[in-house]
């Protein structure tokens, strides 16, 4: 902790400096600039680094300026200023002192107290051992004394002998780690001692005569045993383990200390330690543990009377403790950085010293307490550290570094004030060059405007270009080919918009549209933009839709296609081999499916490769839970419709430790990313605001070197209800007259695998065809020719010719002998374009017979047309733009005003189209003119961006002249009959123009504009806008 409060400290020491730094630095530049430097005119531009320089001296002078206003207002004359410097300087360096000295206190006592935790650390670490292992003996020998009641005492004749026991002891020793040794005294009463010792062979001899005495008394004698006096009871050794077998025949009674531990013993029925003394014959410290041994189990809430009538003997454990705890302490690593006392504490005036010494140069001190399982002896365990700390080098270091800090400071306050009374001479000068940087940062916040604008001009152009040219006499090839330019071209200008989306969603400004539209067409068009990379690269790419979907849905088309144009574009972007699925279904659909399976993800996929489980890409969906609004779905509104919307692919997948951040904006995969599939890396994150916008959910699963797949809901409202919307009844004749070209026809797929087949089916039926399927060419063969109703067309995937391509060719001829009236049109569907120029060479089927991947509505037709001669040419699968929106402008006068021919022309035409009366005019200054009242027009389209006078001054101008006419015929100064018989003079103004930020349409309301038309033309958005004028 300290070292992070010091590095806390240091950087706001340095941000000081830095700012101070910075200021004098500015402040010398200022006067080198006000001496002519780089006042110096130049034409041209300036080169970056020029300009890079300047902007930084700008807003750096601009800072200094505040101060120095600031300055110049609350401190007064320069001579108050100065000696008001000089006092603030002392204080500075008397309050510099003070921090250094309470820094190095600071840090010294964290210092010390990290030591302290430390000791204490260790200190317990080895009180904790030493009483663990304590335990472990007093356990066993607990035990012991149960196995000699159990052997010797209840056994007759007796099981145990010193032999036994002495042998036992020693192959025990291991689970006693803290004994030197094991004894068992009996107890004998005055009345059997002759019969004893005869017994025994030996007289019991008593123990004080050889004790030795206590280890704060330092006299020992080695005097000869002698034979115990007269006294009611005994407590002879008779077994001993080897070690200590000079005890046997000893009187543990006879001794002061033992006679007290063993009546303890037998009176508690738990274990007792002696005062440490100093060991017969070792003369080394030790305690004795004592346990009774009784004749019979008592129970818990004996009396100690009853206990010394039932007791048989004793069974005593030897501790040597001075070697005992050298062990131990031998065992750690860090054993000679501290030093441990073990103090015996019964006697808290006259502590007993059982291990180690005081000597030691640090004063501090901590003490662990020891429990040895006997409640009436008090040891410890005392713990210092064997050298003195060391200087603490940090703390001096950091309080001197923070005293320098200090002192110069100080120097640069004391420098910063001299040369703020040269500055006070070029104050009015850099005052000027403050506007400028002011100014140019009004100028950069138009960049992103201009931007977009200068961007989306030209394509305006090219989308107006091509729109024109579908209304030109064009086959169904061409028509696709131009379909398929234009929707690259809006998803080239969305792309443009995803920048100003990410903004838009960041200021919280992006809301959401709420109009009809055809969810299958999106799908397609969406296809057709990605179905040349899919063919170049050999991926399949396909759409499905469920039936239940409604063919026309409420909401916003263009967020919905902007969402599924990332997703997909991703997947193709990061997919080799395989495919890329789109799928829609009802989340009612899905709910139930997902109930009803029992078995696990099916293997059969659109290209046969493994795919990631869709359903973990919605397993942490709110909706799907028990509780979550589906739940609710009975009782929601009938026109809801809930989609939910998976792209399965089969490509590159996303690893383990990127999946967190995938909808981070502006963050990718990996670094290389960028570099080899390119993308800024914000679509994900733009896709799940809208998603979020649209009360959906969005989620994914994806395994490396297998796929991803991405599932999103969203909410729409039912449209197909709806039959008062034209452009709704336009699109849906539309699709009903492409459908009954087709009707009565009868399809024949063949494919083997039934995910393609679904999709196949799907794409086929929206035509209006019957389809059947069989698995391979033999069966396809059999079902045509035994068929009543006849087969008009065959539909043959790509694989199945490829893999039967010795069937292949008969099947081809046998079709061509059969006695049909009408042989079958045979079709082939083809994702891959090597491929496919392979099989047309090999097999002589006819390159218009090849149908390519990704199939849609529209190219299915065409191509059925084609070879079939259904239909009409030219513009038959054309989808016609609102009948209303022509009735809405026919016979309008309408001036269009625009500084580019190409969007005057594409205006002119588009509007021109509807029946509109088109004036151009290429400038606001002579819109002013033509708009002046009285005038015969009808609306205005109002380009903003334009040389001399923008839309915006056009605007307000006519606005103006407009305000100033209506009042003057309301008070009488002119005629009304003059101006047409208009009292109230106000011509709908539009504004038309590449600038789509939410900045632009509010500056195009505040100005005076009556709505907003972006380039290049939406007929849905225009019939919007002018509906509320005509």
């Not at 200390?257 to 002696?274: C, F, M, P, Q, Y």
């Not at 009784?294 to 009853?306: I, R, S, V």
């Not at 409640?375 to 700390?389: G, I, L, S, V, Y």
């Not at 997948?653 to 967190?660: F, L, N, T, V, Y």
Request: glycine fraction near 6%.
């Amino acid at each position: 902790m300290s070292l992070l409060h010091v590095i806390g400290f240091g950087l706001k020491v340095g941000h000081l400096i830095l700012v101070l730094c910075c200021w004098f630095v500015s402040l010398f530049s200022l006067n080198w600039i006000s001496n002519g430097g780089v006042m110096t005119t130049k034409t041209g531009l300036l080169a970056d680094g020029e300009q890079l320089w300047m902007k930084l001296w700008e807003k750096i002078s601009g800072k200094s300026f505040k101060i120095h206003h600031h300055y110049s207002q609350y401190i007064g004359p320069k001579r108050v200023r100065r000696n008001w410097w000089k006092k603030l300087l002392v204080a500075w360096i008397v309050v510099g002192i003070l921090v250094s000295v309470s820094v190095f206190w600071y840090m010294n006592s964290l210092a010390t107290e990290k030591r302290k935790e430390t000791i204490a650390s260790m200190c317990d670490e080895r009180a904790r051992m030493l009483q663990d292992q304590f335990n472990v003996s007093m356990n066993h020998i607990q035990a012991m004394s149960i196995l000699i009641s159990t052997f010797y005492h209840s056994k007759n004749p007796s099981a145990i002998d010193q032999m036994t026991f002495a042998r036992y002891t020693e192959r025990t020793a291991f689970e006693r780690p803290l004994t030197s040794g094991v004894a068992y005294a009996v107890r004998v009463l005055h009345s059997e001692r002759e019969q004893f010792e005869k017994q025994q062979g030996w007289t019991i001899k008593r123990m004080d005569s050889i004790e030795q005495t206590p280890v704060h008394k330092d006299e020992y004698s080695s005097e000869v045993p002698e034979p115990s006096p007269v006294q009611e009871e005994y407590a002879p050794v008779i077994f001993a383990q080897d070690t200590i077998a000079h005890v046997i025949s000893l009187d543990m009674l006879s001794g002061e200390e033992d006679r007290g531990n063993i009546l303890r013993a037998r009176e508690s029925g738990k274990g007792v330690l002696t005062a440490p003394f100093r060991l017969i014959k070792s003369n080394r410290l030790g305690v004795i543990l004592t346990f009774a041994v009784y004749k019979m189990d008592l129970p818990p809430d004996a009396t100690p009377d009853e206990r010394t009538q039932a007791t048989d003997g004793y069974l005593g454990g030897v501790f040597d403790v001075e070697s005992l705890v050298e062990k131990l302490l031998q065992q750690l690593a860090s054993k000679q950085t501290i030093l441990v006392n073990v103090c015996d504490t019964t006697n808290i005036s006259h502590p007993i010293s059982m291990y180690g010494s005081n000597v030691s140069d640090d004063g501090l001190q901590h003490v662990s307490a020891l429990n040895f399982g006997d409640p009436f002896r008090k040891h410890e365990m005392r713990c210092r550290f064997k050298h003195k700390p060391p200087w603490p080098w940090l703390a001096i270091t950091t309080s001197i570094g923070i005293l320098v800090i200090a002192l110069l400071v100080g120097q640069i306050f004391h420098a910063t004030v001299n040369r703020i009374a040269k500055v006070e001479d070029d104050y009015h000068d850099m005052m000027e060059l403050k506007k400028r940087a002011e100014a140019a940062d009004i100028a950069k916040s138009q960049f992103l405007a201009t931007v977009s604008h200068e961007i989306r001009t030209p394509m305006n152009g090219v989308l107006g270009m091509l729109h024109m040219l579908m209304d030109t006499d064009l086959d169904v090839t061409q028509q696709d080919y131009v379909k398929t330019a234009q929707g690259s071209g809006r998803a080239l200008v969305s792309l443009i918009n995803e920048v100003l989306d990410q903004a838009k969603i960041e200021s919280g400004k992006l809301e959401l549209e709420a109009v009809r539209f055809d969810l299958r067409a999106i799908l397609d068009d969406v296809l057709s933009l990605f179905s040349g990379k899919s063919q170049e690269k050999g991926v399949e790419l396909a759409a499905y839709v469920s039936d239940k979907v409604p063919e026309m849905l409420i909401g916003d088309p263009g967020r919905f296609r902007q969402i599924i144009t990332n997703l997909m574009g991703n997947s193709i972007k990061f997919t080799e081999k395989g495919h890329v699925l789109v799928t829609v279904h009802l989340v009612e659909e899905v709910v139930d499916s997902v109930k009803g399976e029992t078995e696990s993800y099916s293997d059969d996929t659109l290209s046969g490769l493994p795919v990631a489980d869709r359903r973990q890409s919605w397993r942490g969906f709110r909706g799907f839970s028990p509780d979550g609004p589906i739940a609710a779905l009975p009782s929601s509104s009938i026109d809801e419709i809930n989609l939910i919307v998976s792209v399965e692919d089969t490509g590159a997948g996303i690893p383990s430790e990127a999946q967190s951040r995938i909808f981070t904006p502006f963050m990718q995969v990996g670094p290389s990313i960028s570099r080899t599939h390119g993308g800024t890396g914000i679509g994900l994150s733009i896709s799940k605001c809208l998603v979020q916008l649209m009360k959906g959910e969005i989620g994914f699963v994806s395994l490396p070197k297998m796929g991803s797949t991405f599932t999103f809901t969203a909410v729409f409202a039912n449209g197909s209800g709806n039959s008062n919307n034209p452009k709704g009844k336009q699109i849906n004749n539309q699709s009903n007259s492409i459908s009954s070209e087709f009707h009565g026809v009868r399809a024949l797929v063949v494919d083997p695998r039934p995910a393609r087949v679904k999709v196949s089916k799907y794409h086929i039926e929206r035509l209006g065809i019957c389809v059947e399927v069989v698995p391979d060419l033999n069966r396809a063969f059999s079902s045509i020719s035994t068929k009543e109703a006849t087969i008009d067309v065959v539909f043959i995937e790509q694989e199945v010719w490829d893999n039967d391509f010795n069937t292949s060719t008969p099947f081809v001829e046998k079709l061509r002998g059969t006695d049909i009236s009408v042989a079958p049109k045979l079709f082939l569907l083809s994702n891959s374009l090597s491929s496919t120029r392979s099989t047309v060479s090999a097999s002589g089927i006819p390159a218009s017979s090849v149908i390519m991947k990704p199939i849609r509505a529209s190219m299915l037709a065409a191509s059925l047309q084609r070879l079939m001669g259904v239909g009409s040419r030219g513009n038959s699968c054309n989808i016609e733009l609102p009948l209303s929106l022509g009735d809405l402008l026919r016979g309008r006068r309408i001036l269009v005003v625009d500084d580019n021919k190409v969007n005057l022309k594409v205006a002119e035409c588009f509007l021109k189209k509807y029946g509109a009366d088109v004036v151009r005019s290429d400038g606001g200054e002579e819109a002013v003119s033509l708009l002046e009242p009285p005038h015969k027009f009808d609306a205005c389209f109002m380009d903003i961006q334009m040389p001399k006078m923008d839309g915006f001054k056009a605007t307000k101008l006519i606005r103006s002249i407009e305000s100033k006419v209506t009042s003057q015929i309301e008070q009488g100064e002119l005629s009304v009959e003059a101006f047409d018989n208009v009292s109230s003079w106000h011509v709908p103004i539009l504004a038309m123009t590449a600038d789509v930020i939410q900045a632009t349409n509010e500056e195009c309301t505040k100005c005076g504009m009556d709505g907003y038309v972006s380039k290049p033309f939406d007929p849905e958005r225009l019939y919007r806008e002018v509906s509320r004028f005509f």
